[in-house]
């Protein structure tokens, strides 16, 4: 493999960040074995982004996966002495083996020039004919129209049945169906559909999943030169500051008003950032700056739930969390509610996406889980990067979406997206086979 130029600059500045991240937080560790692991899971997060940096897809699991190692890196039980608590060595053993195997299983099942040539000429051959486009606008609609089904049967019959929450995700392909289609009318009509859940529910998952979608259909189908990524990486930046001090302190003063309403949006959130307010994240967290305080709990809580679950629920359910999906899709997973109950240390329910791989197998069988989730989302990566369908996209963006968030929680296995969402994608293809753009 070729090293580029580009990726050597990144692979020197990587080495220095975490060099001085390393740094910073050896100074809290107790001992010379609490030094050692956090070297090694520091050189793990620069590798995680080295190997991104390598890719020619810039928002690549590589990239996104690297929250995950940082957020152990950055844990530090003495900034909130009240809601985090040190961790032991088996949960940081824990956490290495399965990113180690994550990141091995990514590696080795998206290496290899041909896919990188191939993806060369997917970018390349952004023309889409005049009967393509009609037909995309069709297909765009049709999932629009899917997507709000759950709705329509909670209105009328006061339940979504079998629907769920899943043929609600129908509206992120369609989303990318319009953007190929480059139907201004249709993309404005779709975003205006997800504000509106947004604006309802203020739930960060809707921000986060649109954004993705919406950043690399941009890159797919709009961008003209790879020299206009300055572009994207700008509105990248744009919805990372939003979804930091906007996105955040909304959640929270919703969670805590309960009736919180949109007319009073920014004269809470001025509330929020003074301390005015009297939130639960200006009382539990480290007397810090508030707008890194919520942030920063979210990044690193789940570890110390991770070693709570590891103490307290010793017990393994032997896979039936790896078939939670499944099981979720056949609406058998009722079946077995009570060994789905994960008790967190406190308010901070996350965590993590190593503690349900414990849960199943323990340590050697969590390791196992972790490399198969790397083969999974290896697979799904490849073929988004080999394919111009605005479904695959869609596949992606919402499997990118678990991945990035595997810091926080395992959605993978605790979800029944983004397995069932692919499934019904690829069915949804096809039916609609002789649409090779689809």
Known sequence: MIVKKKTLITAMGSFIIGFFIIYATMGFSDSLFDGLLRIVVGLLFVVSIILGANQREKINPYILFSLTPLSLLL????????????????TWILGIICILAFILALHWYTRGNRIDEENRKIRESKSTTAQEKNLLVKHAIILFV?????????????TSFFLGSTIAYFKYPAIACAWKSKSKPLIVLLYASVLLSFMTTFNKSIFLSVGLITILSYQRYALKDEKDDKKLFAWIAVAACFMVFIAFPMKALVQEQGNFSFSNLFSAISKYYTGEDNSYANKILWN?????????MYLVSAWNNVKYVMQTQPSHTYGLWFFKPVLSWLQLDGMFEKLYILKPYSSFNTFGFVTVLYKDFGIIGAMFEAGFLGYFVAKVFNKFRTSNSPIDLAIYALTAQATVEMFFSNHFFMLSYPFTIIVVCWLYKLLFKSAKFI
Request: with cysteine; net charge positive.
């Open 288 to 296: 810090g700056p508030i707008v890194l305080q919520m942030p920063y």
């Open 75 to 90: 844990y530090n039980e003495k900034l909130s002495p009240r809601y985090l608590t040190k961790l032991d060595d088996k």
């Open 146 to 158: 899917l997507s709000l089904l759950p709705d329509v049967c909670r209105l009328i019959f006061g």
